[in-house]
């Protein structure tokens, strides 16, 4: 069980809506990958085609926790105001909480994060921060009211894992109390097991799943990852070594002395 | 008079924005309101009067992640 504010969720799994070849792969998805939360967004509603409201309606049908983003965003101003929109149509005062900072990377930036998160803390909203691996940032998220972080794994639909290691669990080493989500940059199911093997508390993950060849297989097969990363952090890892060391006992072994 | 609506000039005859948003196609849609770069809620609308030039965003729920 993992609690999110003042929510407690079971799955370690949390899906992005977009980039599936159809709304039925995605619902299908979200069931393979025994997913509670799901992430989605605002964009401009065209008065003829009407795309939204019957996305809305998909996504209420699933029965999910929604967890809106402020992607795209690249000021606090706009986070701000996108937050307080998404507030209203989404009835949820959670917000993953995005300032690109560089278009390239779709890197955070962490100034204008840490002050919008600020803003959105003191207004009551529950901020999931997307932010770096950067244990400064992470310390000012913290002290503006956040009650957990989302460092990212890669650059947004990169497929990369987990690019910086060190970096990754010196943050988890940090905050051992601090729920920790691995956002963006999942590849591959391995990558998510391994998250969960460093102690990261759950993942997110939109293009690794919807971009795959058969959507639905490759969330099923994440939350077999998932499970095992988790299971295999609670089972106590051995520490890596520089020398071998014998499995069999040396004690009787034939043909010597 | 001439609004910006989601980026596109329109042509609206009323001037209070639920009325407007009726008149733009919004009627009955579960959306959310900026004028200006400022934050509309729904419940607000009702005072909300628009003038020539005004920017409206009406933002839907969408695919995210």
Redesign the interface.
Known sequence: MLRLYQTTVHSRLML?????PSPQV?ADAVKAARAEIV??????????E????A??SL?RELGVRVL??T?GCHSV?EAV?TA???R???GTTWIKLEVIGEDDTLQPDVFGLVDAARTLCAEGFEVFPYTTEDLVVAERLLAAGCGLLMPWGAP??SGRGLNNLFGLKALRAHFPEVPLIID?GLGVPSHAAQALELGFDAVLL??AIAQAGDPVRMAAAFAQAIEAGLAARQAGPIEPRDLAVPSTPVIGTAFRG | MKILV??AWRETASRELPQALEE???GG??????LN???I??AQRADTVLADGDRL?????????
Request: without cysteine.
């Open positions: 992005g809506s977009a980039r599936y995605l992430t989605v967004s605002l964009r401009r509603e065209s008065a003829g009407r795309a939204g409201q996305f809305w996504i809106p983003n992607a101003k105001t307080h929109m998404a209203e149509v989404f947004i639909g963006a939109n293009t | 989601n980026g733009l196609g919004y849609a579960v959306v959310s309101t900026a770069g400022e934050f809620a729904a965003e009406v933002l839907a729920p969408m695919q995210g992640g």
